[in-house]
Nanobody
Framework: VQLVESGGGLVQPGGSLRLSCAASGFAFYSYEMTWYRQAPGKERELVAAISGSGGSTNYADSVKGRFTISRDNFKNTVYLQMNSLKPEDTAVYYC???????WGQGTQVTVSS
């Protein structure tokens, strides 16, 4: 199993970023995919989840209305569109296939002026 996150960077408050996670080594379309984040000194938290078909999504209250999770089962890729970013969104973002216990290296998102 391999998960490779990309798309992070430094953005000003109110800005947008689109994260990508390329997956391989498992039947991608069969698994719920999730995005987690971990800020310095804090526990890793679930941000968003999407069902295998893409027909069902869930979000943490802190990002609802600002973030959108999507997936492309032909490309074995899951995305996280992040709009109206806030400084408290600063964290390392990881994708994960549930219930598999594999993590990628993560991608750093920093929201700062």
């Amino acid at each position: 199993v391999q998960l490779v996150e990309s798309g992070g960077g430094l953005v000003q408050p109110g800005g947008s970023l689109r994260l990508s996670c390329a997956a391989s080594g498992f039947a991608f379309y069969s698994y719920e995919m999730t995005w987690y984040r971990q800020a310095p000194g804090k526990e890793r938290e679930l941000v968003a989840a999407i069902s295998g078909s893409g027909g069902s999504t869930n979000y943490a209250d802190s990002v609802k209305g600002r973030f959108t999770i999507s997936r492309d089962n032909f490309k074995n890729t899951v995305y996280l569109q992040m709009n109206s970013l806030k400084p408290e969104d600063t964290a390392v973002y990881y994708c994960k296939a549930r219930p598999l216990n594999y993590w990628g290296q993560g991608t750093q998102v920093t929201v700062s002026s």
